[in-house]
């Protein structure tokens, strides 16, 4: 069964520096998805792609935030200058067209020293 | 807004008998409503969802949601747990009339069963 995919599992980074997060999502899959899981807190939502354009995004996602989609099949996070509080899980998640449901990979856990 | 509550942390449930997991929604028009599990370490398996038409939906895994719009609910429910069920299970919602395609998820109920 396809499925989406994150790398790394877990990235360790120190307060200031650039990370990218990596997302494969499903093949046919158009829309794309980017939410993040602070420990112990809910699943929010952080922004919506869709014909390589932004088509939603949240009050969290500003402007150290962006998502590009620099290929065929990889869909990238890269937060440009890390802060403690974005220590969290970040899921990738995609949907197909004329489906409701999104489907997510296992997340990348970033750490922020 | 919209907006998802899941009012018990965690559930406990014996091994064989029922479970459920509430859950109830706040949103302006008519939502389309979703259940997922996480396990240890992995990431949201998408369980049902409801959209419209019948108001009890069958998932994966034996699992099934009941839509009440008076209630604005949508609890999670499985006529025999097993240990297996064990996770955290989340209820998300989506308000169509806004033109949102964004999830939002309730703080999640863990689910355990004891054998």
């Known amino acids: 069964e396809p499925e989406v995919t994150q790398t790394p599992s877990h990235q360790v980074t120190q307060m200031g520096q650039e990370v990218i997060l990596r997302c494969v999502p499903i093949s046919n899959h158009l829309y794309f998805y980017w939410y993040r899981q602070i420990l112990g807190q809910k699943v929010e939502f952080l922004v919506s792609f869709y014909n390589n354009e932004i088509s939603e995004k949240s009050e969290i996602f500003d402007d150290q935030f962006s998502v590009e989609r620099p290929d065929g099949s990889n869909f990238t996070l890269k937060i440009r200058s890390t802060k403690l509080e974005d220590s969290a899980m970040y899921f990738c998640?995609?949907?197909?067209?004329?489906?409701?449901?999104?489907?997510f990979g296992p997340g990348t856990r970033l750490t922020v020293l | 807004a919209q907006s998802v509550a899941q009012p018990e942390d965690q559930v406990n449930v014996a091994e064989g008998n029922p479970l459920t997991v509430k859950c109830t929604y706040s949103v302006s028009g008519n939502p389309y409503l979703f259940w997922y599990v996480q396990y240890p370490n992995r990431g949201l398996q998408f369980l049902l969802k409801y959209i419209t038409g019948d108001n009890l939906v069958k998932g994966s895994y034996g699992f099934e949601a009941e839509f009440n719009k008076s209630q604005t609910s949508f609890h999670l429910k499985k006529p025999s747990a097993l240990v297996s069920d064990s996770a955290l299970y989340f209820c998300a919602v989506r308000d169509p009339d806004t033109g949102r395609r964004a999830l939002t998820f309730g703080s999640g109920t863990r689910l355990q069963v004891q054998p």
């Open positions: 998640a995609s949907k197909e067209t004329g489906a409701n449901e999104q489907f």
